[in-house]
Structure formats: structure tokens, C-alpha cells
């Protein structure tokens, strides 16, 4: 470049200099009366030195700064503003390398920023582990998942469970389905675990994704996809007979054949075939209601409002039996379909009414609808037997019924709302005694 010939023609020209201050200093040695002369040539052999040494240093002077800036990541540096002997070539070589050193710092900047963004952003909750045991949770998903953990030991995670604190410990699982009690319910969670190199250090990610939510749709979709064909298998195939037993018992009133006694019993019993293949024709129709997925229609609605009309819904019901309606905080919103969730809660208040009629001590029902934290949870909780423990999951299967004059679809369908809601739903136990629903969305 221009640099190497300015700076090979300014080194020649101090070597010559240098050069003939020494000659001029031999002649005046060897010249007699030349005292003074003798003097200024050897000024002149010190200046021609100095200036090549300082000829030569300034390169390694622009080259160490140049590094104690990178040393020190210091982009700021500049270095052009020497003149002559193609230092000027130098500088700007120096300015521009740093330039593009700056650029590609703030590109990798960004990048990084993307990165930790895309990490905290991300909706699946990230736990680190480092080689001391120490877990810190690296995004928004796991402090909010895990923001009850008392501390940042593995053990300290063991009230969410105990497989949770096992797996954060170690363990030669990479991916296993755990249940953990989380958000104040018990839920399936999908956990992959995997070691990466920090910085020379072994550092293990584990992952941890709740999937309560989607065995529930897809435990929903199956049911209905179930029914769906068995009411349709069902109904192809009883259709002929309901329309035979109706044709045999039509032949059956023949008066030419009313002389017979024994025709009398035929006629009753395909009379009862025909009304029983109607009536379990009926019966299917109805029963295809479970095999609808809900259309959820959201929008944001006042939860107060909407609850204290459920409440005249029920009342108009159940004029006895009170209703107890907590809405808190009074301002409280919903986004959902105000007519379903209706429905499921007008299920669940008539089902507790029927559970607690004719028990000894006073009923008593209420509905809660509240906030906890970024969840909203609604209650129905009634003082009546309760629901069995081993019947809990039960009695949302679709036909699923402990009473004599029940259908099994209510708590189906409420459920497959919810669920289609994205939400959950429960039974535990009262604090008071009976049974409490509860719904999280």
C-alpha cells in the first residue's frame, strides 16, 4: 500500500542523512581548524539519528495503541492526523479496521440482545443448573411458573414435587412427563433436560412445559370423536329395527287376527319393541350434544353484572336456596363467552341444589369469581356429601352418572367448554365439608 513506499522512501532518506552527517563529521575530524565544523556535524549526526528512531518508532507507537485498544475494547480510539512519511496511510488503515470492529461489536450486541430476548420471551419455562447445584430460572415462564420457590437449591423445588427436585438434582432422564403441583393444582408437565459448556463450566438446562391443557383437548377430542361414531353406528343400526317393530305391531292390530290370545301378547311386546327402539332413538339424538365442540365466541365482559344475573337464573330456580355471589375485585373482567360459561355454571349451581336437597343441616351455596395473580378463578362450593375421591375424574366422562335420573352430559360438557376456553376445571373438598368446582382459565 501507499504506507509501505512513503515509509521505505522516509527511511531511506534519514539512512542517507544519518550517512552523511558521518561523513561530514569524518572530514572535519581529519581536516585540521575545523573545531567548530566538527561540533555542528556532530549535531547534525544526532538529529539525522534522532529522526530516523523516530521514524521508525512512530509505526510501533500507531501498532501498540492500535492493541492496547483492543486490549481494553476501546472502539473509540482514533489514529489518523499523523502527516508525512505515509503515516497519514497508516492512521486511516488503523480507523478504518476500528471502525469495522465497532460495527461488528454493535452487530454482535444486537444479536445477543435478540438472543436473550427471544430466551426470556419464549413461553416454555427455562431452568439453569450450574455445577454447584445452585438453579436460577433464565425466563419470564420460569419465575412466573416457579415463583413460590423458597430458594435455589434443587431441594427447595420439592414443593412443587419431589420428581421435579430429583430431575433438577440430576438424573439420566432426558425427557419424561412429570406430575407436579403447580398454580395450585396438579398437572402433567413435559421436562427435557440437557448439559451445555459455559466459559469452560458444565451448565444443565432443563426445560419444563405444562401440558395439562393440551392432554386435556386432545382427552376431549377423543371422547367426542368416540361418541360421535357410536351414536351414528347406533343409530344406523336401530333405525330399521324401530321401523320393523312399528310395521309388525301395525300388522299386529289386524282385527282378523284379534280371535287369537296368543296374538294379543305378540301385539304388547312389539308395541313396547317399538316404543323402547323410539324412545333409545331419542335418547342417542340427545346424547349427540356431547359430540359438538363448543364454538367459543369470546369477548371482555364485567364479571359482576354477569354473575349477579346467573343469580337471578338460579333463583328463579331454586327460590329456596340462596346463593351467596362474591366477585372480587368489584371491577373484575372477563374475556370469554359469556353465554357458555353461563351454561357451565348454571350446571354446576343446579347440580349442587340437587346434591344438597334433603340433607339434615342447612344448605348452602356460593360462587366466587377472583383473580390469582394472572389466573382467573371461578368457584361453585356447596355444603352437601361431596364427591368421592376415586369419582372425581370420573364424573366428567360423558354418560358417567351417580344419580338414579341423571344423563351423564352436563359435566361433559362443561368441561369440554372450559377446556375449549383453555382453561381447567376440578372438584376438591370443601373447607366447610361438600364439594367445591373449581375453574381456572
Known amino acids: 500500500m501507499g504506507f509501505d513506499r512513503s515509509f521505505t522512501r522516509g527511511l531511506i532518506a534519514w539512512i542517507f542523512a544519518v550517512a552523511g552527517a558521518l561523513a561530514a563529521v569524518a572530514l572535519a575530524f581529519v581536516t585540521p581548524g575545523l573545531g567548530a565544523a566538527r561540533l555542528v556535524a556532530m549535531l547534525l549526526v544526532a538529529g539525522a539519528v534522532s529522526g530516523l528512531w523516530w521514524h521508525v518508532s512512530r509505526t510501533n507507537i500507531a501498532v501498540a495503541r492500535f492493541i492496547e485498544a483492543l486490549r481494553f475494547d476501546d472502539t473509540s480510539a482514533r489514529f489518523s492526523g499523523s502527516s508525512g512519511g505515509g503515516f497519514e496511510e497508516?492512521?486511516?488503515s488503523l480507523d478504518s479496521a476500528m471502525d469495522r470492529l465497532r460495527d461488528r461489536q454493535a452487530a454482535s450486541a444486537a444479536e445477543m440482545r435478540f438472543l436473550e430476548a427471544l430466551v426470556d420471551d419464549m413461553p416454555v419455562a427455562l431452568l439453569t443448573v450450574d455445577g454447584a447445584g445452585l438453579v436460577a430460572p433464565a425466563n419470564k415462564a420460569a419465575?412466573?411458573?416457579?415463583?413460590?420457590?423458597?430458594?435455589?437449591?434443587a431441594e427447595d423445588y420439592a414443593v412443587y414435587g419431589a420428581t421435579l427436585a430429583k430431575r433438577l438434582a440430576g438424573g439420566d432422564a432426558a425427557e419424561e412427563i412429570l406430575l407436579l403441583a403447580i398454580e395450585g393444582r396438579t398437572q402433567r408437565v413435559l421436562v427435557r433436560s440437557g448439559t451445555l459448556e459455559r466459559l469452560g463450566r458444565s451448565i444443565r438446562a432443563v426445560t419444563v412445559q405444562p401440558i395439562q391443557g393440551t392432554l386435556d383437548a386432545v382427552e376431549m377430542a377423543a371422547q367426542t370423536d368416540l361418541v360421535r361414531v357410536l351414536t351414528h353406528e347406533i343409530l344406523n343400526s336401530l333405525t330399521p329395527v324401530t321401523s320393523l317393530a312399528a310395521t309388525a305391531a301395525d300388522l299386529l292390530d289386524d282385527p282378523e287376527l284379534a280371535g287369537n290370545p296368543r296374538i294379543g301378547d305378540a301385539r304388547t311386546a312389539v308395541s313396547t319393541l317399538s316404543r323402547r327402539a323410539h324412545g333409545l332413538g331419542h335418547f342417542i339424538e340427545a346424547y349427540r350434544a356431547v359430540a359438538n365442540t363448543p364454538d367459543i365466541q369470546r369477548q371482555t365482559f364485567a364479571a359482576g353484572p354477569w354473575a349477579e344475573e346467573l343469580?337471578?337464573?338460579?333463583?328463579?330456580?331454586?327460590?329456596?336456596?340462596?346463593?351467596?355471589?362474591d366477585v372480587r375485585p368489584a371491577r373484575l373482567a372477563l374475556e370469554a363467552d359469556p353465554d357458555l360459561l353461563a351454561q357451565v355454571l348454571i350446571n354446576l349451581l343446579q347440580n349442587a341444589a340437587q346434591a344438597m336437597a334433603g340433607q339434615d343441616r342447612r344448605p348452602a351455596l356460593a360462587l366466587r369469581l377472583f383473580a390469582d395473580r394472572e389466573t382467573l378463578v371461578i368457584e361453585v362450593e356447596d355444603n352437601g356429601p361431596g364427591v368421592p375421591a376415586g369419582l372425581r375424574q370420573d364424573v366428567f366422562l360423558p354418560f358417567f352418572t351417580t344419580r338414579a335420573t341423571g344423563t351423564g352430559v352436563g359435566l361433559n360438557l362443561a368441561r369440554q367448554i372450559v377446556v375449549a376456553h383453555g382453561g381447567s376445571i376440578e372438584i376438591v373438598d370443601a373447607p366447610g365439608g361438600g364439594a367445591l368446582f373449581r375453574i381456572l382459565l
Open 143 to 153: 419465575r412466573r411458573l416457579f415463583r413460590d420457590a423458597p430458594g435455589t437449591r
Open 90 to 92: 497508516l492512521g486511516a
Open 311 to 325: 343469580g337471578r337464573i338460579f333463583a328463579a330456580r331454586e327460590p329456596n336456596l340462596p346463593l351467596a355471589i
